[in-house]
């Protein structure tokens, strides 16, 4: 049953470029090589070897590094004998303490929340992938993960970081806590979750499994009703 899904899917595929919505017949590519849309050039996909293992094994090991990088200190100041240091969660606390609620709200969603639902997300789909036992639960989470692209913001955060050490450097001491060592970790960690992710293999791999078990479940028909 699956070489006749596996073969139908290949035969019929059809892809739609997001940034210009030129439909292209999918020819099936090997690792190293890329689709790339003809009208605007958009890479549409790029095969990644074991994508699901690569995926779930950085999902984990960012979900360990995620409390010490959010809860721990990043730097330490000493200015003058005046020492300080804080976390990325005492940032926000402070920010919202300080009245600029929009602020602190803001760093809490892109740097602490929204990481953090990322990398649980990716570990669940990727898991349930795995272990072949993806459904309709599954397709909901990958469909989310994909939205909540634009609002994790960890890059941005340590680009802050950065600057504040530069423009520090002259003035204070600064000393590296281990809660920078664990950011620097879940930061990489969190990219290449993102490049080794191929999101063309996913999709296919929860179609697979889930075509055969719940097609005639009314839920499942909804939510490829909608994924279409
Ligand atoms: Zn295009």
Redesign the pocket.
Known sequence: MKPQIDSQLEKDQIIL??????AIRYVPITEGKRIL??????N?ISPVSNTVEKTLALSIAGLLLFIPAIFLPLLDFDVIGLESSGSIWDSAIALVNSGFYFSGIAVFVTSIFVPLLKLLILLQVSFQLYISKAGVLTIYLFRTYKHLDEWGMLEVYMISVLVTIVKMLHMARIQYDTGFICFILLLIFTIFSSLFLDEHFFWKEIYKITANKTKSSPSFSQAKRQES
């Not at 470029?17 to 030129?22: K, V």
């Not at 849309?37 to 958009?42: A, I, L, T, V």
């Open positions: 470029c997001p940034d210009c919505d030129l849309c003809p009208r605007c050039g958009r549409l």
